[in-house]
Structure formats: structure tokens, C-alpha cells
């Protein structure tokens, strides 16, 4: 199992630009969510799903989108990039009815 | 007041030494409770998951909950420079599995 994937590692956008973060697991998890952790703040909860077809707001939506078409990928996009964007994102995902997330590497994104 | 506190450290201590690590909370429906380990430039591992209050081993390791106080911890036998890493304390009230995080106390085992 690779768990969950995460892809790019790392990217910079300019102010304005827009971007797909990938996010897929292997575990078969109906859950997901996705994460910006910045220094000092914690996990910030932006998005998350219940399974394919069912996305919710977490804390901190605004300036992001998801859609969640299969059971195992979870993009996050990013529109009209800005610099209060630049942070370390992360993706997770469990199982229907359990509390413990299994997170991925992380997506180091900087706006300029 | 944050729902989760957490103090952020950094706490230093030689190798060998015993570590204590702490969360309080002040969301009395919360029912469980999870500790996070994150090594620099990673993402967080899951080290613990315990159910209610008492206690819970693994290995070096040996988390606890304190439902009536709202105070958890996490205890570290041994401590090896491996260890150094940051520790998330994270609880759940079971709805809808959002998890709230600590913001992490940073660890460092001195060799």
C-alpha cells in the first residue's frame, strides 16, 4: 500500500495563477479532508468528503475548491493565488466511523 | 479560548530522560483521542489512539486521558534522538470524524 499520495512536493505560483493539488490513497477510505498547517497554527481544516460526489467546508474554504469523483482522488484547487495562500498543505483520509487520519507528505506551496 | 491548548515548546531533554507531553481541552464532548508524531518537512504519523479516559501502551510509549480534568498526555520512556520530532495531540467528538489538532510541541532529545 502507498497510503496517501501527494502531489507536487512543492511549487511557487505567482500572485494570480491557479493550481491542482493532488491527493489519492489505496486504503479504500471513504473520507478524506485537506489540511494547510502553518507555523505556530495548527491543522486548518479547508475541505473534506464523506465519500465520491460529497464535499463539505472545513474552517478556512475560501480561495480553494474540491471535487471528489472517485472513491481515491481528492484535488484541491486553488484560484487567483495569493500570498496569504503560501503554507504546507496536507491530505488525509479515514474510514467511515473511525476517528484516526492517515496523512500524506505534504505539498509546500509558496505564492509571490 | 482555544478549544485545544497545547504548549509549543521547544522542550529539551537528554537522552534517556522521560518525556511528558500535555494537551488540556475544553469541549467535554470529545471521546477520542489521538497522538500525532511529525518529523521536519512530513507529514503527521499517527503514534496513538485511545478510546475515552485511561490509559494506553505501546512500547516506549504511553498515552493517557483525563476526561474529568480534560487533560491528556503522552509519555515517553527512554527518549532516543529519533524521537525528536513534533507532537500533535488531536480529539475527536465522534459526529462527522472533524478531528481538532493541538499546534504541536516541538521535541528535541539531546545525544
Known amino acids: 500500500n502507498a497510503g496517501v499520495t501527494q502531489t507536487p512536493k512543492f511549487r511557487i505560483l505567482k500572485i494570480g495563477q491557479s493550481m491542482t493539488l493532488q491527493c489519492a490513497q489505496d486504503?479504500?477510505?471513504?473520507?478524506m479532508y485537506w489540511y494547510r498547517q502553518d507555523p505556530g497554527m495548527g491543522l486548518k481544516l479547508i475541505y473534506y468528503?464523506?465519500?465520491?460526489?460529497?464535499?463539505d467546508k472545513g474552517e478556512v474554504p475560501n480561495g480553494y475548491n474540491v471535487s471528489r469523483s472517485t472513491t481515491e482522488d481528492f484535488p484541491l484547487r486553488l484560484e487567483l493565488a495569493a500570498p496569504s495562500q503560501t503554507s504546507v498543505y496536507f491530505c488525509?483520509?479515514?474510514?467511515?466511523?473511525?476517528?484516526?487520519?492517515?496523512f500524506g507528505p505534504g505539498t509546500r506551496l509558496t505564492v509571490t | 479560548q482555544k478549544e485545544v491548548e497545547q504548549d509549543p515548546g521547544p522542550l529539551s531533554v537528554p537522552e534517556g530522560a522521560i518525556v511528558s507531553l500535555n494537551c488540556t481541552y475544553s469541549?467535554?464532548?470529545?471521546?477520542?483521542f489521538m497522538w500525532y508524531r511529525q518529523y521536519s518537512r512530513k507529514g503527521p504519523e499517527l503514534l496513538m489512539y485511545?478510546?475515552?479516559?485511561g490509559n494506553k501502551e505501546d512500547g516506549r510509549f504511553t498515552a493517557q486521558v483525563d476526561k474529568s480534568s480534560k487533560y491528556i498526555s503522552l509519555f515517553i520512556r527512554d527518549s532516543q534522538p529519533s524521537d525528536s520530532a513534533t507532537y500533535l495531540c488531536?480529539?475527536?467528538?465522534?459526529?462527522?470524524?472533524?478531528?481538532?489538532f493541538g499546534t504541536g510541541t516541538k521535541l528535541q532529545v539531546i545525544p
Open positions: 488531536a480529539m475527536d467528538s465522534g459526529g462527522y470524524q472533524k478531528v481538532t
Open positions: 469541549n467535554s464532548a470529545f471521546q477520542y
Open positions: 485511545t478510546y475515552s479516559s
Open positions: 468528503s464523506v465519500g465520491a460526489g460529497i464535499t
Open positions: 486504503m479504500n477510505h471513504n473520507y
Open positions: 488525509a483520509s479515514t474510514h467511515q466511523g473511525r476517528s484516526e487520519q492517515y
